[in-house]
C-alpha cells in the first residue's frame, strides 16, 4: 500500500493507551484522530500523542475519513459504534466483551459481513507464545483432541475499582461482573482449545464486593466433541493467585498455563507427556500478587500490539484482498454466548443448552 491505514480510537479511558501504543508501533498504520463523549478528554489525548484531530462524536469522526476505527468505550456502547462504522464502510478493532448480550453481538457481525468490512474483537492473551503451544500441542497431537479442561480465575480487585468508573459494577452499564470483564478472556482460551461448547451449568454469587453484578462464578462445560471443563472465577480473592488454564488430551498429556501476577505473559508451568513431566513454580516466591489495573494494562500492549499487527496485516495490502483476522466477531460472540449461559443457568437452576448454531435453546 502507498500509505498507511488511517485509525480513528473511540473512547479515551485506561485500555485506549493500548491500541495507542500499539498503532505506534505499526507502520502500515496511523492514528489520525480520537473521539469521546468527553470533548476535553478527546482534546487532551490527541494533544499528549500528537495526533491531528479531535472529536466529540463518532459521526465526527467517521466524517473526517479513517479506515479503521478501534472502539474503547463502555461495553453496552459498542454495538452503535460498530454499527456507524459498518455503514461508514470502515473496518472495526472492538475491546471485549464484543456486547453485553447476545442479539447485540449478532447484530454487530451481520453488519459488519453486509458492508464488506472486517470485524475483529481484542482477546490478546491467545497471542501468549505459552497459548501458542498450547494450541500447537493440540494441532500436532501431542494432546490431541481435548478431553478435560479447567480455567481458575482468582483475582484480587479493591472496592475502589468498582467506585472508580460509575459504569462498573451494574447490570445495565456492565453487563456482568467477573466474567464478563475479566473471565471472559479465559472462556475464550478455553472454547479455542477445546472447541465448541454445547452445554453450560452454572451458579453466580455476590460474596465480597458491593456491586449488583456478580464477583464469583463456577460453570462446568460440555464441549460438542464430548470434552467437559470446568470454570472457577472470582475477583474477590486475596491476595490474588491469577489464572490457570489445563488442557487434558486424549493422548493422556497434560499441560497448563498460569498468568501471574496478572497482566504478565502466560508461562507453561505443566507439561505433563509419557513418563515425564516439566514443571515450574507457578507462583514464584517474592513475586507481588495484587497489581494495579494500570500496570495490568501496561503489562498487556506488546499482545495488544501483536493482535493489532495481525489485524492490519489481514486486511492486506489494498484493504479488499484480505482475510479473516485471527479473533473474528463470530468467535467474540462464542465466548459471550458461554458467559451469558452460566447466568441464565444461575438463575434458572437448570443446564443451558447451545445449539449447534450458537442459538440458545
Known amino acids: 500500500m502507498t500509505a498507511p491505514y488511517r485509525v480513528g480510537i473511540v473512547g479515551c479511558g485506561a485500555i485506549s493507551r493500548n491500541h495507542l501504543e500499539a498503532f505506534a508501533a505499526i507502520p502500515e498504520a496511523a492514528v489520525v484522530a480520537v473521539c469521546d463523549v468527553d470533548p476535553d478528554r478527546a482534546r487532551e489525548t490527541a494533544a499528549r500523542w500528537g495526533i491531528p484531530q479531535a472529536f466529540g462524536s463518532v459521526e465526527e469522526l467517521l ?157 462446568v462445560l460440555r464441549f460438542a466433541s464430548g470434552a467437559m471443563a470446568t470454570l472457577s472465577a472470582s475477583t474477590a480473592a486475596t491476595p490474588s493467585l491469577g489464572v490457570g488454564i489445563r488442557v487434558t488430551g486424549e493422548t493422556g498429556a497434560t499441560a497448563e498455563l498460569t498468568e501471574f501476577p496478572e497482566g504478565t505473559d502466560g508461562r507453561v508451568t505443566l507439561f505433563a507427556r509419557g513418563g515425564t513431566i516439566e514443571t515450574e513454580p507457578a507462583h514464584p516466591a517474592g513475586t507481588a500478587p495484587n497489581v494495579d489495573l494500570s500496570t495490568i494494562n501496561g503489562q498487556l500492549v506488546p499482545h495488544h500490539t501483536a493482535q493489532i499487527r495481525e489485524f492490519v496485516d489481514a486486511l492486506g495490502a489494498n484493504g479488499d484482498e484480505g482475510r479473516e483476522p485471527a479473533v473474528t466477531g463470530r468467535d467474540a460472540t462464542a465466548a459471550l454466548r458461554i458467559l451469558l449461559a452460566v447466568y441464565e443457568s444461575s438463575r434458572t437452576g437448570r443446564p443451558v443448552v447451545l445449539a449447534r448454531e450458537g442459538a440458545l435453546s
Open 63 to 219: 466524517a473526517a475519513g479513517v479506515d479503521i476505527v478501534s472502539v474503547c468505550t463502555p461495553h453496552p456502547t459498542h454495538e452503535a459504534v460498530v454499527l456507524a462504522a459498518a455503514a461508514a464502510g470502515v473496518h472495526v478493532l472492538c475491546e471485549k466483551p464484543i456486547a453485553i448480550d447476545l442479539a447485540s453481538a449478532e447484530r454487530m457481525v451481520a453488519a459488519c459481513d453486509a458492508a464488506g468490512v472486517r470485524l475483529g474483537v481484542l482477546f490478546q492473551r491467545r497471542f501468549w507464545p505459552a497459548a501458542q503451544r498450547l494450541r500447537a500441542a493440540v494441532d500436532n497431537g501431542t494432546l490431541g483432541r481435548p478431553i478435560l479442561g479447567h480455567a481458575s480465575v482468582l483475582l484480587h480487585r479493591e472496592p475502589a475499582y468498582y467506585g472508580a468508573t460509575p459504569w462498573r459494577g451494574t447490570w445495565a452499564t456492565d453487563g456482568g461482573g467477573v466474567l464478563m470483564t475479566q473471565a471472559i478472556h479465559y472462556i475464550d482460551l478455553l472454547q479455542w482449545l477445546m472447541g465448541e461448547v454445547t452445554e453450560v451449568h452454572g451458579h453466580i454469587a455476590t460474596f465480597r464486593h458491593d456491586i449488583e453484578v456478580e464477583d464469583t462464578a463456577a460453570a
